[in-house]
């Protein structure tokens, strides 16, 4: 009973809501040909049944019905500017609403790709100028990365390789150093952990700072301004202590990377002409800056080669399959270029170079 009186109340409520509201006059006769088979302001729910068996949405809809026809007329009256209903055959009324179609869009919305969506107006035009899944033979890839190296200032040319090896694995670790013949561009500043006479030896050579314990207690304190760090392997023991300040800044002296060694004098001169250190990440790719843009092409072939001929002597002996997976070079802010792999290592530089 309760059920039936709430039902009662709203219906009156939505009735009096219509006829204050619609007038016969503003109907159309579409509108009073309205069919109440054919049309419900009520969305579609799931049909429940109670405990005891009995569907209470059914109910309720069958005493509802009378108030959905007038409030559905008042509705389709006040929104009838955009709907537009025909007569049907068998009498139902059929449903046609104007679809708008959405507006192009223009600029970097209209891009395919989602990441160019967020690049410079610069990058879009600079990457037309090669070919995504091209591959290129080295003087050719050279030529585009000068090309592309179009900011205000000098960028450096990097090679990235793609390797079969898998690094968790001991045996499939790679960390070696490979001596640039044309240099990297960069003014490197060394450090060197000594003492004894060996202190005297890398002041001679060059060393931009020269310490031992007073060097290692001005490191712990937070003294970072060097960008290569040798010692001597009396120093290690005491270089142990350090491990957690230069690890992970990539500083820490290790024989496999040539800065651990007794001839300090030849470490020194290798790292300021031009020795670099690379070693793969954890997903087996090496990345070695071997230049700058700025350089002539024929220094940077030369300095590329050396890097891929290092990388492939460095073959760890877990490696197996095909050890170069892929391989591209670019500019710091440039796009990828994709090289030849099955090429690359036999190509002949220039006669000139």
């Not at 219509?18 to 016969?24: E, G, K, L, Q, R």
């Not at 050579?205 to 009396?234: C, H, N, R, T, W």
């Not at 790292?271 to 990440?281: I, L, Q, T």
Request: net charge positive.
């Amino acid at each position: 009973m309760a059920t039936t009186a709430c039902t009662s109340t709203t219906s009156s409520l939505m009735l009096t809501y219509a006829a204050s509201t619609v007038h016969p006059q503003d109907l159309t006769p579409s509108l009073l040909s309205f069919k109440p088979k054919t049309l419900s302001i009520y969305p579609l729910v799931s049909e429940r049944k109670s405990s005891k068996g009995v569907n209470f949405y059914a109910q309720t809809e069958a005493k509802s019905r009378p108030c959905r026809v007038v409030v559905a007329a008042a509705l389709s009256a006040e929104v009838g500017e955009g709907v537009e209903e025909t007569e049907g055959e068998e009498g139902g009324a059929v449903v046609t609403a104007t679809v708008i179609p959405p507006k192009p869009k223009k600029g970097k919305a209209a891009l395919t790709l989602k990441r160019d969506r967020t690049r410079s107006k610069r990058f879009l035009e600079i990457q037309k100028l090669r070919e995504i899944k091209k591959e290129y033979d080295l003087g050719t890839a050279i030529s585009l990365l000068k090309k592309t190296a179009s900011t205000k200032f000098v960028e450096s040319a990097e090679a990235h390789f793609r390797l079969n090896i898998d690094p968790k694995y001991n045996d499939q670790q790679l960390r070696a150093t490979v001596n640039l013949p044309k240099g990297t561009g960069q003014t490197v500043k060394v450090a060197v952990l000594t003492q004894g006479e060996k202190f005297d030896e890398a002041k001679i050579a060059g060393a931009d700072l020269v310490g031992g314990e007073d060097l290692i207690q001005q490191i712990k304190g937070g003294f970072m301004e060097f960008d290569k760090l040798i010692a001597s392997p009396d120093m290690m023991p005491k270089v142990a202590s350090l491990g957690k300040i230069l690890g992970p800044r990539g500083l820490m002296p290790n024989p496999k990377a040539g800065t651990v060694t007794t001839d300090i004098p030849q470490a020194i001169a290798e790292f300021k002409k031009g020795k670099v250190e690379y070693r793969a990440d954890k997903t087996g790719i090496v990345h070695i800056p071997f230049g700058k843009a700025g350089f002539p092409e024929e220094d940077l072939l030369v300095n590329l080669l050396a890097a891929l001929k290092s990388v492939e002597a460095n073959k760890p002996s877990g490696a197996k399959g095909v050890y170069w997976k892929s391989a591209h070079i670019c500019s710091s802010m440039g796009p990828s270029i994709r090289l030849n792999t099955r090429e690359m290592l036999d190509y002949k530089l220039p006669s000139s170079a």
